[in-house]
Each structure stands twice: as C-alpha cells, then as structure tokens.
C-alpha cells in the first residue's frame, strides 16, 4: 500500500514551453502533497506544500508564478513549469501523507527528470 | 536554520560487510530523525525513524540511534547485501514547522558479490 505515482518519469522540451507534471496517490487519500526539486548531489529542496482544495504554500525564493501547483482532488497534485528555460532542469519529486496522518509521514513518488533544451 | 550534513558517496562494500553511513544534523529544537532508501527507479522509503534521544530505529537489519550529546543520527548494518545497492536519504522533521522534511544529500551504496 502507500504507493505515490507520477507521469511522466522524463521529459524534455523547448525553452518557452511548459511542462505539466502528475502526482497520482493510487491507494490512499492525500490531504496534503508536497513538491520537492533536486539537483544533481544535492538534497531535496521543498518547493512548496499543496492542500485539497486550497492554494499551494510556497517555500522562499520560489516563483508561484512560475511553478503551478493545483491539487484538485485528495489523489491528485499537479506541478506545472510554466515558460521553462535550461535552469529549471532538475529532478522533480512529489510526496504525499494519507489523510489523517501526521505531515512528517510522507510518501514519495520515483520522479520525474525535466530536461529543458 | 536546521540542516542535516551526511556523508558523501559512493560507499562501495563488499557482501556480508560493515556499514557505516554517517549523518549529523543542525537543530534549534528537538526533531525527529529519520532515514530514507532509494532503491533505482523507485521513490523515497521510508527506512527507520527515531522520535526522541536515545531511541534507536531499525528495519531489515539496519539500526540508528538518535544521540542528542553529537547531534548524530549514522545508519548502520551488520552485513551488507547486494539488495541493499541503494541511495540513502538522512532527514530530520523541522520542529517547528512539522510539514518539513529537511533532507541530506544522498549517499549511495554499492554492494558487490
């Protein structure tokens, strides 16, 4: 049980354009999804922290205009890279935690690898 | 602000050897430490996890132990096996802000026959 999906696990695309990224909790209900970024030897870095049904809080020095989070539905968070250029390459890792657990009990997907040409 | 430094990789082993994989953290409060396996293709796991000082988590062999006097949290098993190839993620809960998982930067095992 506990398993957290995501789609695509790569893409690559043209500066400009912009990239959406699905997180599926495929057994349980996910009051909470979490959005991390990592780079290469570097650790996961939080982006932001979306709730069911309200707008995503995002961590400092990250764009909410740049980096869409809707999470619509409690099995569903999406990530969206809006007008995507070469930095903002990295590996995207979403998270959920089962609705009434607490917030440190998360569950993670297997990433997704953005490569923006 | 809170921060967990751990070893850097890769740690090559042969099978049936000791590990070590050290982690130390940075804390203004009193967290919960925790460590997370990455097996290839696959998302975090939860490995093991310790709430307070002195605790020891441990799960498929591997044991850590919360000590507060060194602010350490190192991973540790007996005999390593081939399974066990893996990046391993030491993080810690920000007390304060319980929604955290602040994270180190990975280390990954290489086990070999």
């Known amino acids: 049980g506990a398993v957290v999906s995501q789609h695509p696990s790569w893409v690559i695309c043209k500066s400009g354009t912009s990239v959406k990224i699905e997180c599926r909790s495929l057994?349980?209900?996910?009051?909470?999804m979490f959005w991390y970024r990592q780079f290469p030897k570097q650790s996961l870095m939080l982006m932001a922290t979306?709730?069911?049904?309200?707008?995503?809080?995002?961590e400092q020095g990250v764009e909410k205009d740049k980096f869409l989070i809707n999470h619509a539905s409690l099995t569903l968070s999406t990530l969206t890279v809006t007008s995507a250029h070469p930095e903002d390459s990295s590996f995207y890792i979403c998270?959920?935690?089962?609705?009434?657990?607490?917030?440190?009990?998360?569950?993670f997907g297997p990433g997704t690898r953005l490569t923006v040409l | 602000g809170d921060s967990v430094t751990q070893m850097e990789g890769p740690v090559t082993l042969s099978e049936e050897a000791f590990l070590t994989i050290n982690c130390t953290y940075t804390?203004?409060?009193?967290?919960?430490l925790f460590w997370y396996v990455q097996y290839p293709g696959e998302g975090l796991q939860l490995l093991l996890k310790?709430?307070?000082?002195?605790d020891k988590g441990s799960n498929k062999g591997f044991e850590a132990t919360y000590r507060k006097e060194t602010t350490s949290f190192h991973l540790e098993k007996g005999s390593v096996q081939v399974s066990d190839s893996a990046v391993y993620f030491c993080?810690?809960?920000?007390?304060?802000?319980?929604?955290?998982?602040?994270f180190g930067t990975g280390t990954r095992l290489q086990v070999f026959p």
């Open positions: 998270s959920a935690s089962p609705q009434g657990s607490s917030y440190n009990e998360q569950f």
């Open positions: 057994d349980f209900q996910a009051t909470t």
């Open positions: 979306s709730n069911e049904g309200s707008k995503a809080t995002y």
């Open positions: 804390a203004t409060g009193y967290p919960s």
């Open positions: 310790a709430t307070k000082a002195d």
């Open positions: 993080a810690l809960s920000d007390p304060y802000n319980t929604d955290k998982l602040i």
